[in-house]
């Protein structure tokens, strides 16, 4: 009998190829796709390896200070929020600065308990509490200026 080479053909799961289900599995997948250790990946996010190590065990959940530094890692929003309603634009513009409730209410000097109602869906009530609201959201004509020409 005649011996013949036999040729197995099957997809081999890469190491990061596996389903996200939490932060930490985002942060895991984007460390081996890049193929670089925790402590890489810590000195790209500014932070410990330790902290990295908790994010992708689930130990910890990421300050919101990082969420920005951590978008830019990934290159998306790990948790994104639907934007369509002004509860929505003011946590997604929140996130995106990396500050508390309580910060951005101090931005705005407000009360932090108005700004959760206003995270919560409440109506914002005051005219001038819009005008805090939509230069919170929208960046400064000069910055719009600035960002039109470099088009």
């Known amino acids: 009998m005649p011996f013949v080479r036999i040729r ?4 081999i799961q890469k190491e990061w190829d596996f389903e996200l289900q939490t932060l930490g599995d985002h942060i895991r997948r984007r460390r081996l796709m890049l ?11 500014g ?3 330790w902290t990295v190590h908790n994010w992708e ?3 910890r959940k990421p ?6 530094a951590l978008v830019a890692f990934l290159g998306y929003d790990p948790e994104p929020v639907e934007e369509g309603t002004l509860a929505g634009r ?15 209410a ?5 009360d932090p308990g108005t700004w959760a109602g206003w ?10 509490h819009m005008r805090a609201v939509e230069g919170f959201l929208e960046p400064p004509a000069a910055l719009q200026l600035a960002q039109g020409r470099g088009r």
């Open 119 to 128: 995270e919560r869906g409440e109506r914002v009530t005051t005219k001038a």
């Open 35 to 45: 193929a670089i250790t925790q402590e890489e990946a810590a000195q790209r996010l």
């Open 47 to 49: 932070v410990n390896a």
């Open 90 to 104: 003011l946590i997604a513009k929140r996130r995106q600065l990396g500050l508390s409730q309580r910060e951005a």
């Open 106 to 110: 101090r931005s705005l000097q407000i």
């Open 63 to 68: 300050e919101i200070r990082f969420i920005p």
């Open 57 to 59: 065990t689930g130990q």
């Open 8 to 11: 197995r053909k099957s997809l």
